[in-house]
C-alpha cells in the first residue's frame, strides 16, 4: 500500500485557481500512471485527468480541459492539479489515486481526499 496525502484545497471564488499536490510514499511501489477525481455530493465520482509517469502523457475530462493541468515530479514523487478558471461546478472532494498495472486502468490507492469549494 501506498500512502498518498493531497493537500491545496480550499475555497474560492468564481474565476479564482488553486493547486493540489499529492505527495506518494512508498519504499516499494511506483505508479505506472496517477490521477486525480473528484467526487461532488449526489453525483458520481469522476476521473478529472491521469499522467503517465515514464511518458508524461496525460488525459483530461472534457468539462475541464484548457483549464486543469495535471503534472507530476518524478523527483519528489508528487502529482500537481493546477486548476484555473474555477467554476461552482468544480466543487467537489478531490482524491488523487495511483494506477500500479499497465493494463486494466484501475487505481489501486487513493488519499483522503481534499475538499475544493468554489462560490459565485
Known amino acids: 500500500q501506498v500512502q498518498l496525502v493531497e493537500s491545496g484545497g480550499g475555497l474560492v471564488q468564481a474565476g479564482g485557481s488553486l493547486r493540489l499536490s499529492c505527495a506518494a510514499s512508498?519504499?516499494?511501489?511506483?505508479?505506472?500512471?496517477s490521477g486525480w477525481f473528484r467526487h461532488a455530493p449526489g453525483k458520481e465520482r469522476e476521473l478529472v485527468a491521469s499522467?503517465?509517469?515514464?511518458?508524461?502523457?496525460?488525459n483530461y475530462a472534457d468539462s475541464v480541459k484548457g483549464r486543469f493541468t495535471i503534472s507530476r515530479d518524478n523527483a519528489k514523487n508528487t502529482v500537481y492539479l493546477q486548476m484555473n478558471s474555477l467554476k461552482p461546478e468544480d466543487t467537489a472532494v478531490y482524491y488523487c489515486?495511483?494506477?500500479?498495472?499497465?493494463?486494466?486502468?484501475?487505481?489501486?490507492?487513493w488519499g483522503q481526499g481534499t475538499q475544493v469549494t468554489v462560490s459565485s
Open positions: 489515486a495511483g494506477r500500479r498495472g499497465v493494463v486494466g486502468g484501475q487505481y489501486d490507492d
Open positions: 512508498s519504499r516499494t511501489v511506483s505508479f505506472y500512471a
Open positions: 499522467i503517465k509517469w515514464i511518458s508524461g502523457n496525460t
